[in-house]
T-cell receptor, first 114, second 111 residues
Framework: DAGVTQSPTHLIKTRGQQVTLRCSPI?????VSWYQQVLGQGPQFIFQ???????GRGNFPDRFSARQFPNYSSELNVNALLLGDSALYLC?????????????FGQGTRLTVV | GDSVTQMEGPVTLSEEAFLTINCTYT??????LFWYVQYPGEGLQLLLK?????DKGSNKGFEATYRKETTSFHLEKGSVQVSDSAVYFC??????????FGKGTRLSVIA
């Protein structure tokens, strides 16, 4: 079985641009969460979606948005990129709702803003 | 709010040495506790977990015991290998909250 897949694996953007990151959860998993991991730090929660509805949002500005599709895949959008948005963006899928008891992570998307 | 504090690294050990990485937490309610591992260039992998007090999680020779009285979940391994070199994250989830991670501890094992 395929694990959590994220695309792209790496990308470079310029300040002010917009970026869309994609995540496909494990088959059968209905919950997707997004985390930002800045170099040398632990992952920070951005969003959680369950059954296509937003179930949680971390302390991130409105430039960050996300959605979940009927097939449970998800996109994370970041507008007006800043240098500080450079990070590894991790997607996690879990079978059930917001408890995240069994979260499985993808390889991440490495975003560099120049 | 909920938080996790890990010992700062990096930790450098010789092969076959004993490993301890300390982790303490602050949480409302009764959290579930986790250790995740991140190998270079990769995402996070769940290493082990414990869901209630006095539970011991174990996997691949690593183990950690959920200590409610000391709010701790220290990671241990009796004999580390070079292949254990990675960054280790302690994390918790409480109720409907998302995972809360510590800052991570980098382990380097030298032959």
């Amino acid at each position: 079985d395929a694990g959590v897949t994220q695309s792209p694996t790496h990308l470079i953007k310029t300040r002010g641009q917009q970026v869309t990151l994609r995540c496909s959860p494990i088959s059968g998993h209905k919950s997707v969460s997004w985390y930002q991991q800045v170099l040398g730090q632990g992952p920070q929660f951005i969003f959680q979606y369950y059954e296509k509805e937003e179930r949680g949002r971390g302390n991130f500005p409105d430039r960050f948005s996300a959605r979940q599709f009927p097939n449970y895949s998800s996109e994370l959008n970041v507008n007006a990129l800043l240098l500080g948005d450079s990070a590894l963006y991790l997607c996690a899928s879990s079978l059930m709702g917001p408890s995240n008891t069994e979260a499985f992570f993808g390889q991440g998307t490495r975003l560099t803003v120049v | 709010g909920d938080s996790v504090t890990q010992m700062e690294g990096p930790v450098t050990l010789s092969e076959e040495a004993f490993l301890t990485i300390n982790c303490t937490y602050t949480a409302t309610g009764y959290p579930s506790l986790f250790w995740y591992v991140q190998y270079p260039g990769e995402g996070l992998q769940l290493l082990l977990k414990a869901t209630k007090a006095d539970d011991k999680g174990s996997n691949k020779g690593f183990e950690a015991t959920y200590r409610k009285e000391t709010t701790s979940f220290h990671l241990e391994k009796g004999s580390v290998q070079v292949s254990d070199s990675a960054v280790y994250f302690c994390a918790l989830v409480s109720g409907n909250t998302p995972l809360v991670f510590g800052k991570g501890t980098r382990l380097s094992v030298i032959a």
